[in-house]
């Protein structure tokens, strides 16, 4: 192994790959080591050797790793690592095995309209193909080779990849990517069954020459006579029209349940737009109202309470009889009615005017840009507005000059438009069994929109409206639930659960943060400058308690917060693992719809299941359980979360960030959950960090010292043996009556005043 270090060619391999990191020069020495043991081949031998030598060489290499039972991934690591080297040396010539750019590669992407992905397939498939089997592509697709040379070599192929170890799954894959191509380029049959590949292992059922009584029922039906029938109003029925009849025959729709499964999802359509059957072929309507068609058919659908999986099939039967009747069908989009949490249809388009978009309208683009709100606030603005203007069917410039206009006219309050809108909306929101909350935003944005184009909004009568669950102390996550998360987490999880747990950060100030905010606050900790240095010396502690300074997104409010030592190290530990790391990098590597994954994934793992509306373990949750348990009063708690004060307070009185680290540190115990073991140390605050000197890292055990001899009183907490430099740390449970610890106690001891015990640990 030392010898490698100082090879040459191993030298010049690695700086050609960039390969600077330890573990991976040690990977490949590993395999260089194993080369040499069994075939005593050396990377000088390598790069030395012909193309046909190195072919051998990596064939024997194969054979002899399965010899040692080494499993399948193992194995094809070696291979491809002792493949690179040969690579680096143009000792194989690797553009033989070349797919990307390979023509017939190209022609076959492009005659398939393949996406990125199934070309990432197809590559990484071909690829083994023809490594395996020696042979480029184009060799594979020459003219010359007949379609039993190419079944054998199949076969084959198959025989290698079962030999090597891959699933029988894995192997039908792989098999099934390479009869595509070749069945592409007319090379081998459609539906060719080679080897015991997946083609092979697919039998089709012989029916039985005497049919079930089912079908002989079902037979009998289709073949009775059908007597032509009529609806209430005198129309002829759907199922009897020449017109359905013929487009069912030629869709090759046969059976008579299709038939009236078809027939009832263009009834329910056409009695949604209000039109016959013949009505509607003869008014062809256009792309962009056969939109207007399926959104409103689609909503309403919804709003009957029909599932999901329901509402997709009558659409798309509906869809597949209007494209068979040669309408143009508008281009394909997301859903215009997505279910929102409740399986309540948001409706988002306009029915008059499906094209209306609220976001685009220039009137609210000025509101915007005239109120500076930030996107998340637009966004709240945009979904109230968009269901308040869908429910009235009007677009925001109607509804303002609707309101300026009756203001103009003298109109008394009772009786404007507005006031009965607002009602109404509010009616349609309770229907929808919204939460008392999710309405009175709603009615807020709605209002607030009005106030701002300088309309008077009228005093609505109260209603009374479903209270929602009061959340209790009992119902937020405890320590417990907590460990149990870290359990399914990586280090990258665990060092946002114990952040947000330990700072009561909320989740859009825990994304915004970067390295620069975390190092800047372990600054009296390091004496390092560089970022690397910083990290490095700092894994090494276990008392780092950062004084984080942050802008709280939703009030733009400033607020200093701290987290725990064992936030700490794993963040820190974290960095240390990132390939790169810059000051400007996030502090957490999250998009807002991965953090929210992520913890609904633990809640739903532990099966912890909601409390009101709300999964029990959330990110809020965290925020919640910091509050309640770090057991500060009030004030402190709001300054730590960035909570607002009145605006006097806020005016006049400036919090100081070492008096609340300090307050932070006193119940800094509260709300850890004991990820890592910690020096009693750690709770008080650490001292600045001296230039040219660098403090040792705080040890990780617990000792007592039996040859101590000191007295206690009520009021003190810690005390210096007279007879060297051990410092003792005491912590009174409960009260604090006097004791008196003499030589050659134990670690703890009863109190004059009760049962009381008192802990006390040295610290080298």
């Not at 260089?32 to 050797?49: A, G, R």
């Not at 090379?187 to 089912?214: C, D, V």
């Not at 009832?264 to 737009?273: E, G, K, R, V, Y």
């Not at 020096?679 to 055990?701: C, D, H, N, V, Y």
Request: one cysteine or more.
């Amino acid at each position: 192994m030392e010898s490698l270090e100082d090879n040459k060619y191993f030298k010049e391999f690695c700086e050609k790959n960039g390969i600077t990191k330890v573990y991976q020069k040690h990977n490949y020495k590993i395999v260089l080591s194993m080369l040499h043991e069994t075939m005593n081949i050396t990377i000088d031998d390598m790069v030395h050797q012909t193309e046909k030598e190195a072919k051998q060489t990596i064939k024997l290499f194969k054979n002899n790793l399965k010899t040692e039972d080494m499993a399948l991934n193992l194995r094809k690591r070696s291979l491809n690592q002792i493949r690179e080297i040969y690579n680096s040396f143009n000792v194989i010539d690797n553009s033989k095995y070349e797919i990307k750019d390979n023509y017939y590669f190209k022609k076959f992407c492009n005659d398939r309209n393949l996406g990125e992905r199934s070309k990432k397939n197809y590559i990484d498939h071909l690829k083994t193909y023809v490594e395996v089997m020696d042979i480029s592509l184009d060799e594979a697709l020459d003219s010359q080779r007949t379609s039993d040379e190419i079944e054998e070599e199949i076969r084959k192929y198959e025989n290698i990849l079962s030999e090597d170890g891959y699933a029988v799954k894995t192997i039908n894959n792989k098999l099934q990517h390479v009869k595509i191509v070749y069945r592409h380029f007319n090379k081998i049959k459609n539906g060719h069954t080679l080897g015991n590949g997946l083609n092979s292992r697919i039998k089709k059922k012989i029916k039985t020459s005497t049919p079930s009584p089912a079908q002989i029922r079902a037979k009998k039906e289709d073949e009775k006579e059908e007597i032509p029938q009529f609806d209430k109003n005198g129309q002829l029925d759907i199922y009897y029209d020449p017109i359905f009849k013929k487009a069912c025959q030629e869709l090759n729709i046969k059976t008579k349940q299709n038939k009236l499964t078809y027939k009832a999802a263009l009834s329910h359509f056409l009695n949604t737009i209000g039109m016959t059957f013949n009505e509607f072929i003869k008014s062809n309507p256009s792309p962009l109202l056969l939109k207007s068609y399926f959104n409103k058919f689609q909503g309403y659908m919804y709003l009957d309470g029909m599932a999901e999986s329901s509402v997709r099939i009558m659409v798309g039967k509906v869809k597949k009889l209007c494209k068979h009747l040669c309408f143009e069908l508008p281009e394909p989009e997301k859903e215009i009615y997505p279910l929102n949490k409740k399986g309540n249809p948001k409706l988002l388009v306009l029915e008059k005017d499906p094209s209306y978009n609220v976001d685009d309208d220039p009137l609210f683009k000025k509101m915007c840009e005239e109120r500076n709100l930030s996107r998340n606030t637009i966004k709240c603005y945009s979904s109230s507005l968009k269901e308040y203007l869908v429910f009235h069917n009007m677009t925001l410039k109607e509804i303002v000059d609707e309101a300026e206009e009756e203001e103009e006219q003298g109109i008394r309050m009772k009786n404007r438009k507005i006031k009965q809108r607002l009602m109404d909306y509010r009616t349609f929101l309770i229907k929808q069994n919204m939460t008392r909350t999710t309405i009175n935003t709603y009615l807020s944005k709605t209002k607030t929109v009005y106030s701002h184009f300088e309309i008077e909004i009228p005093d609505l009568p109260r209603v009374k409206m479903k209270n929602e669950r009061q959340v209790t102390y009992f119902d937020l996550p405890t320590r417990d639930h907590i460990r149990e998360a870290l359990e399914l987490c990586d280090l990258k999880g665990k060092a946002l659960i114990l952040f947000m747990s330990s700072s009561g950060t909320a989740r859009a100030e825990t994304l915004s943060l970067t390295v620069r905010d975390f190092i800047n606050g372990c600054k009296e900790y390091t004496t390092k400058t560089n970022l690397k240095e910083i990290l490095e010396e700092l894994q090494y502690r276990n008392d780092v308690v950062p004084t984080i300074h942050l802008r709280r997104i939703k009030t733009d409010k400033q607020y200093y917060t701290f987290c725990s030592p064992e936030a700490s190290y794993h963040i820190i530990r974290e960095l240390l693992l990132r390939p790169e790391v810059n000051y400007d990098d996030a502090l957490f590597n999250w998009s807002d719809g991965a953090m929210l994954h992520f913890f609904q994934s633990i809640n739903d793992t532990k099966n912890w299941g909601r409390v009101g509306k709300y999964r029990f373990f959330r990110s809020h949750a965290l925020r919640k359980f910091h509050a309640s348990n770090i057991g500060l009063p009030t004030e402190f708690v709001d300054a730590l979360e960035g909570r607002s004060k009145n605006k006097v307070h806020e005016t006049y009185i400036k919090t100081n960030p070492e008096k609340l680290k300090e307050k932070y540190l006193e119940c800094m115990g509260n709300v850890m959950i004991g990820a890592i073991p910690l020096s009693p140390e750690t709770i008080k605050p650490a001292p600045r960090a001296q230039m040219g000197s660098e403090r040792k890292p705080a040890p990780l055990t617990q000792s007592y010292d039996p040859t101590l001899n000191f007295n206690l009183s009520s009021n003190q907490t810690s005390v210096t043996n007279n007879g060297g430099n051990q410092g003792v740390w005491t912590r009174v449970v409960g009260r604090t009556p006097r004791a008196n610890i003499k030589s050659g106690t134990g670690k703890a001891c009863s109190l004059n005043g009760g049962d009381k015990r008192i802990s006390f640990f040295t610290t080298g």
